[in-house]
């Protein structure tokens, strides 16, 4: 099959890198563009936290800034926040996490030569990139870019004549539709891979949990989405045709939007951080030296995290007016998701326990990722509980939990991921002493700038205020305004120490060998970085499962899933017989 898969791909640039169809290629694309778009997003962040904390300063590079980036106009600090969650959203944090890693890594995982049907692949890189392409343009266009925050709500978003933004909101809508539809192809993708082209012995459980992770979030992406596009088609609708779906002028209902909404965007919070947790399971697991603790609890609490996010959505629509029966259930089913993700806690506690720990760049993000979870996830159960949400829905106490967990969860998964996987990827190796710099730099000013935002939040500050200062309740509190924003801008300039590390390696760094953490998973037993097809003429067989590290009687501490031999029978595994063949 190898030598007929190589032949069907032409050697030239444009087929190799631009309109590749081999997964890693794809992979790196979502990479690097969502890198891009990382860049923008956080640069619009600054604009945010200059003007929350020195509201009546001029913006430092106000006269090279586009007019329309002037925050200190109201309208336009609506658009500056809207853009920057809606691009650390749907541009940086899922395409980086579902494109770039899951086309990177599931092929390689279990052991396949591509994915299921690289086409499609190719045209999901291509999509998203179009949708990305959309959403950049409406910066262009007269009267601005979207400015309804990242929710869009109706009748703000249904109707120009709130926010004065007509073209902009509009191509926000068909971008994020592109966006969508991509994620759509790249979850059928992934879910087939998985399900049909494991390598003989790679059973289901002995998948690493990074698979097992993506897995379940391309399951959620295939359900979920349709009904964010859906949505988002009727929005159009209202502005483009004239239906009155939203709008209520028109007999709309706006609360219509806000359940479809919701219905994606609770399971897409999900979308967004479990493969984080995946990555974190096995790099902890790798440099702990140490099997993951409770596999198969890890495995069933993702399950069970995923499952239970489609029946939650409510709990962002407490204050919309719900029946107080309805919203009692909300609370609870939102309170039940506490539990699998207390195990997943506890088991990567588990897994560092006694472990032969070695503090490498990755290692740190993935301690990071568990401890901003463990309070992102604390303050969660606050929001989810009715009485308390009722004191801080829409204020500061939100934007600390969504960045404990979207930031310190999901984007330090993904610098885990990327200090973890780069040799894998480029062949070369990040300089690990800058790294481990950047990694307890963004730790320390990641929380100096984001744990005083609860205070700020039980303090009533409203979230999405263009100017803290206007409110006499709130001056007393602009000094912690000014020091986030101080913290912000240093978190923000550390960030260069990753980029200039990430950039320059590719260039410079070491080369990198097959296996340079001693990991087991099937990945690190392809050269790297790996060649077109990954495994020359003869896909591995899988003997075991990923986790088997220092194990009793062993010369080595890690025993990779191909190495022919009976290791330690694990509870559950039959050595030595392939699944499939
Ligand atoms: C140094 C980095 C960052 C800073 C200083 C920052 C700051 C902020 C601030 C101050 C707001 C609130 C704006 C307002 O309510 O008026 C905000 C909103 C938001 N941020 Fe960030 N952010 C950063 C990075 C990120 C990252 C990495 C993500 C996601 C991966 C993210 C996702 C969001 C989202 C989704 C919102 C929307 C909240 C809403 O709609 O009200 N941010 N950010
Ligand atoms: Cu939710």
Same mark, same amino acid.
């Given at each position: 099959?190898?030598?007929?898969?190589?032949?069907?791909?032409?050697?030239?640039?444009?087929?190799?890198?631009?309109?590749?169809?081999?997964?890693?290629?794809?992979?790196?694309?979502?990479?690097?563009?969502?890198?891009?778009?990382?860049?923008?997003?956080?640069?619009?962040?600054?604009?945010?936290?200059?003007?929350?904390?020195?509201?009546?300063?001029?913006?430092?590079?106000?006269?090279?800034?586009?007019? /329309?980036?002037?925050?200190?106009?109201?309208? =336009?600090?609506?658009?500056?926040?809207?853009?920057?969650?809606?691009?650390?959203?749907?541009?940086?944090?899922?395409?980086?996490?579902?494109?770039?890693?899951?086309?990177?890594?599931?092929?390689?995982?279990? $052991?396949?030569?591509?994915?299921?049907?690289?086409?499609?692949?190719?045209?999901?890189?291509?999509?998203?990139?179009?949708?990305?392409?959309?959403?950049?343009?409406?910066?262009?266009?007269?009267?601005?870019?979207?400015?309804?925050?990242?929710?869009?709500?109706?009748?703000?978003?249904?109707?120009?004549?709130?926010?004065?933004?007509?073209?902009?909101?509009?191509?926000?809508?068909? $971008?994020?539709?592109?966006?969508?539809?991509?994620?759509?192809?790249?979850?059928?993708?992934?879910?087939?891979?998985?399900?049909?082209?494991?390598?003989?012995?790679?059973?289901?459980?002995?998948?690493?949990?990074?698979?097992?992770?993506?897995?379940?979030?391309?399951?959620? =992406?295939?359900?979920?989405?349709?009904?964010?596009?859906?949505?988002?088609?009727?929005?159009?609708?209202?502005?483009?045709?004239?239906?009155?779906?939203?709008?209520?002028?028109?007999?709309?209902?706006?609360?219509?939007?806000?359940?479809?909404?919701?219905?994606?965007?609770?399971?897409?919070?999900?979308?967004?951080?479990?493969? /984080?947790?995946?990555?974190?399971?096995?790099?902890?697991?790798?440099?702990?030296? %140490?099997?993951?603790?409770?596999?198969?609890?890890?495995?069933?609490?993702?399950?069970?995290?995923?499952?239970?996010?489609?029946?939650?959505?409510?709990?962002?629509?407490?204050?919309?007016?719900?029946?107080?029966?309805?919203?009692?259930?909300?609370?609870?089913?939102?309170?039940?998701?506490?539990?699998?993700?207390?195990?997943?806690?506890?088991?990567?506690?588990?897994?560092?326990?006694?472990?032969?720990?070695?503090?490498?760049?990755?290692?740190?993000?993935?301690?990071?990722?568990?401890?901003?979870?463990?309070?992102?996830?604390?303050?969660?159960?606050?929001?989810?509980?009715?009485?308390?949400?009722?004191?801080?829905?829409?204020?500061?106490?939100?934007?600390?939990?969504?960045?404990?967990?979207?930031?310190?969860?999901?984007?330090?998964?993904?610098?885990?991921?990327?200090?973890?996987?780069?040799?894998?990827?480029?062949?070369?190796?990040?300089?690990?002493?800058?790294?481990?710099?950047?990694?307890?730099?963004?730790?320390?000013?990641?929380?100096?700038?984001?744990?005083?935002?609860?205070?700020?939040?039980?303090?009533?500050?409203?979230?999405?205020?263009?100017?803290?200062?206007?409110?006499?309740?709130?001056?007393?509190?602009?000094?912690?305004?000014?020091?986030?924003?101080?913290?912000?801008?240093?978190?923000?300039?550390?960030?260069?120490?990753?980029?200039?590390?990430?950039?320059?390696?590719?260039?410079?760094? %070491?080369?990198?060998?097959?296996?340079?953490?001693?990991?087991?998973?099937?990945?690190?037993?392809?050269?790297?970085?790996?060649?077109?097809?990954?495994?020359?003429?003869?896909?591995?067989?899988?003997?075991?499962?990923?986790?088997?590290?220092?194990?009793?009687?062993?010369?080595?501490?890690?025993?990779?899933?191909?190495?022919?031999?009976? $290791?330690?029978?694990?509870?559950?595994?039959?050595?030595?017989?392939?699944?499939? /063949?």
């Amino acid at each position: 099959m190898s030598a007929q898969h190589d032949a069907q791909h032409s050697p030239s640039f444009i087929g190799k890198y631009i309109f590749s169809q081999d997964h890693k290629i794809i992979g790196i694309q979502f990479l690097f563009v969502s890198l891009a778009f990382m860049v923008l997003g956080g640069f619009l962040a600054m604009i945010v936290r200059w003007q929350l904390g020195f509201p009546d300063k001029e913006i430092p590079l106000a006269n090279v800034l586009p007019t /329309s980036w002037n925050p200190a106009d109201p309208a =336009q600090y609506n658009a500056v926040f809207t853009m920057h969650a809606s691009i650390m959203i749907f541009l940086v944090i899922i395409p980086i996490l579902t494109g770039a890693f899951g086309n990177f890594l599931i092929p390689l995982m279990i $052991g396949a030569r591509d994915m299921a049907f690289p086409k499609l692949n190719m045209l999901s890189f291509w999509v998203g990139f179009s949708g990305g392409a959309v959403i950049a343009s409406s910066f262009f266009v007269e009267g601005g870019t979207a400015a309804t925050g990242w929710t869009a709500y109706p009748p703000l978003s249904a109707d120009p004549q709130y926010t004065g933004v007509a073209l902009g909101q509009t191509l926000w809508i068909v $971008g994020v539709l592109l966006v969508g539809t991509a994620s759509i192809m790249g979850a059928v993708n992934y879910i087939t891979t998985i399900v049909n082209m494991r390598a003989p012995g790679m059973h289901f459980f002995r998948m690493p949990l990074s698979v097992w992770a993506l897995f379940i979030t391309a399951i959620l =992406q295939l359900m979920a989405t349709p009904v964010l596009a859906s949505a988002l088609g009727m929005l159009l609708f209202d502005r483009t045709l004239g239906t009155h779906f939203f709008n209520p002028a028109g007999g709309g209902q706006v609360l219509l939007w806000q359940h479809l909404f919701w219905f994606y965007s609770h399971p897409a919070v999900y979308i967004m951080i479990l493969p /984080s947790m995946g990555f974190v399971s096995d790099i902890m697991s790798t440099f702990a030296r %140490k099997p993951i603790f409770g596999y198969k609890a890890m495995v069933f609490s993702l399950m069970g995290i995923a499952g239970l996010g489609f029946i939650v959505w409510g709990h962002h629509m407490f204050q919309s007016g719900m029946n107080p029966t309805l919203g009692t259930t909300f609370m609870i089913s939102t309170m039940v998701i506490a539990v699998p993700s207390a195990i997943k806690t506890f088991n990567w506690l588990g897994t560092l326990w006694g472990g032969a720990i070695r503090f490498t760049p990755a290692m740190l993000h993935a301690l990071a990722f568990v401890s901003t979870f463990i309070i992102g996830g604390l303050s969660g159960i606050f929001m989810a509980s009715t009485p308390v949400d009722m004191f801080i829905h829409d204020t500061y106490f939100i934007v600390a939990h969504l960045h404990y967990v979207l930031f310190g969860g999901s984007l330090f998964g993904v610098f885990a991921a990327i200090n973890f996987w780069y040799p894998k990827m480029f062949g070369r190796m990040l300089n690990p002493t800058v790294n481990l710099v950047h990694a307890v730099l963004s730790f320390i000013f990641f929380n100096l700038t984001f744990f005083p935002m609860h205070i700020l939040g039980m303090g009533g500050h409203m979230r999405r205020i263009y100017d803290p200062t206007l409110y006499d309740f709130l001056k007393p509190m602009q000094p912690m305004n000014e020091f986030i924003s101080v913290n912000a801008f240093i978190l923000g300039g550390v960030q260069i120490l990753f980029a200039a590390n990430f950039i320059c390696s590719l260039f410079w760094g %070491k080369k990198a060998e097959r296996n340079p953490w001693h990991a087991n998973s099937l990945e690190w037993a392809a050269p790297s970085p790996p060649p077109h097809g990954n495994w020359g003429e003869k896909v591995p067989t899988v003997y075991r499962g990923p986790f088997e590290y220092s194990l009793p009687g062993m010369t080595e501490d890690y025993m990779p899933q191909d190495l022919p031999g009976a $290791g330690a029978p694990t509870p559950g595994r039959t050595v030595m017989t392939p699944a499939r /063949s």
